[in-house]
């Protein structure tokens, strides 16, 4: 059951509305049917008449309130199939982890907030406290508990909290750390903002898609590609016309490499490296992630072994390295086993509900990738020694992975023991 009123519920924020954003949310948690209650019907109606395909499973029909949202309103269009019910404001924005959290509740439970961040206080200023923190206006409701409520929905939430009647989730003692960023990031909730704050909302929104542990070169394109990102999401471009882009591109960079076009195969996949960067923050953005979109990864994997390849028959065919493919062999072999470790560490990590720690982060921004390849081709071919690009590059990712197989193991053993998982307990 969705709350939204015309024209809070409306407002772009990073190209579309809170609304729907909410809806393309639920349907990424699996909800498969939603009513909104709105007074302004046909505004609401008329904003969902259009396609959109990252919430076309979710079911809508939109009925008409008049005033404030009463309980018995919610009751009489209650499923009657379904104990618990999850009521959300349309009008606020809402981290999908919060929404998972509180989908995975067994009772009637509201989702508040005890401790606001500092830099989210003033998009939060004119919620009301209640005696367990401010309710950011979802909560998963029993049949039986709303039954018994009357009157205006605020208050019977905020009755409930009080009498206890209500479970309280409290954001403020969440778990920071998230797993698909890999950083910590305290999960967020915020009603629309007036004007004059806005922009301080589009920047909550465009710091949560921003990836932790990154390399020099992602670090180089962070500014770039947050400035670039937050104008294109509010174009048609699309994420898969991104990744489509930046994929061309990439094919187009390893016959470059593989004729002895360096320069230009250079400045080419700089460019990629930024929109390969740009694609799924887009997605995670405007919630338009897809299982599809995985794919882009075995491209990113096809490309960490094609240009070294198509390096090492240039500078094979041109005279320049005898030995090419001997590299080319322990280059790939060393990315095969780095490959495996960085994904026994990043299971650990999930595991245990923890950052990625001092070392792994060090390993990550100066480890064998392939935007550090590129810098390390630049700067070969500057010195006039290209052919010696490829030497370091296998030796370089050889050394990533002696560092990196060690480490996974001993992370996946400390894993197993439950010590992050312990950590994270009596942190709260």
């Given at each position: 059951m969705i709350l939204a009123d015309g024209p809070t519920a409306l407002v772009e924020l990073c190209g579309i509305s809170p609304l729907e954003r909410l809806l393309?949310?639920?349907?990424?948690?699996?909800?498969?049917?939603?009513?909104?209650?709105?007074?302004t019907p046909e505004a609401i109606s008329k904003s969902l008449v259009q396609a959109s395909w990252p919430r076309a499973r979710v079911d809508v029909r939109v009925c008409h309130h008049p005033n404030e949202p009463m309980v018995e309103q919610i009751v009489a269009l209650w499923p009657k199939?379904?104990?618990?019910?999850?009521?959300?404001?349309?009008?606020?924005?809402?981290?999908?982890?919060?929404?998972?959290?509180?989908?995975?509740?067994?009772?009637?439970?509201?989702?508040?907030?005890?401790?606001?961040?500092?830099?989210?206080?003033?998009?939060v200023a004119s919620v009301e406290k209640t005696n367990a923190g401010k309710w950011s206006g979802a909560a998963l409701l029993q049949y039986d508990w709303a039954s018994e409520q009357r009157g205006s929905l605020n208050k019977a939430v905020r009755a409930g909290l009080d009498e206890r009647s209500l479970a309280a989730l409290d954001v403020a003692e969440q778990p920071s750390y998230d797993s698909t960023l890999r950083r910590k990031l305290r999960p967020?909730?915020?009603?629309?903002?007036?004007?004059?704050?806005?922009?301080?909302?589009?920047?909550?929104?465009?710091?949560?898609?921003?990836?932790?542990?990154?390399?020099?070169?992602?670090?180089?394109?962070?500014?770039?590609?947050?400035?670039?990102?937050?104008?294109l999401c509010k174009t048609w471009i699309t994420p898969h016309q991104l990744t489509i882009a930046w994929?061309?591109?990439?094919?187009?960079?390893?016959?470059?490499?593989?004729?002895?076009?360096?320069?230009?195969?250079?400045?080419?996949?700089?460019?990629?490296?930024?929109?390969?960067?740009?694609?799924?923050?887009?997605?995670?953005?405007?919630?338009?992630?897809?299982?599809s979109g995985t794919l882009e990864h075995r491209f990113d994997s096809l490309f960490e072994v094609g240009w070294p390849s198509a390096l090492a028959y240039h500078f094979y065919s041109s005279g320049q390295l005898a030995k090419a493919f001997v590299y080319l062999v322990i280059l790939v072999a060393a990315q095969a086993l780095d490959g495996i470790a960085k994904g026994g560490i990043y299971l650990a990590f999930a595991k245990m509900k923890t950052p990625p720690n001092l070392l792994d982060r060090v390993v990550r921004l100066f480890g064998g990738r392939r935007n550090v390849y590129i810098w390390i081709l630049l700067f070969a071919v500057i010195l006039g020694a290209p052919a010696q690009a490829l030497v370091v590059m296998a030796c370089w990712q050889a050394a990533t992975a002696i560092i990196d197989l060690p480490h996974a193991g001993w992370l996946l053993y400390r894993a197993s023991r439950g010590e992050g998982s312990l950590q994270v307990s009596e942190r709260r």
């Open positions: 393309r949310t639920l349907q990424r948690c699996g909800i498969r049917r939603a009513t909104i209650l709105s007074s199939a379904d104990p618990l019910l999850l009521v959300v404001r349309g009008d606020a924005v809402f981290d999908i982890r919060l929404v998972r959290l509180l989908l995975a509740q067994k009772s009637a439970t509201a989702l508040v907030d005890s401790s606001v961040p500092e830099q989210l206080e003033p998009l967020f909730w915020f009603p629309t903002p007036a004007a004059s704050q806005r922009g301080l909302a589009e920047s909550v929104l465009l710091d949560s898609v921003q990836k932790g542990s990154l390399d020099i070169p992602a670090i180089v394109h962070a500014p770039l590609e947050r400035f670039l990102v937050s104008h994929i061309t591109l990439a094919f187009i960079t390893t016959a470059l490499f593989g004729t002895g076009h360096l320069i230009s195969g250079i400045l080419l996949a700089f460019i990629i490296g930024i929109l390969d960067g740009l694609d799924g923050k887009q997605a995670r953005l405007k919630v338009e992630t897809t299982k």
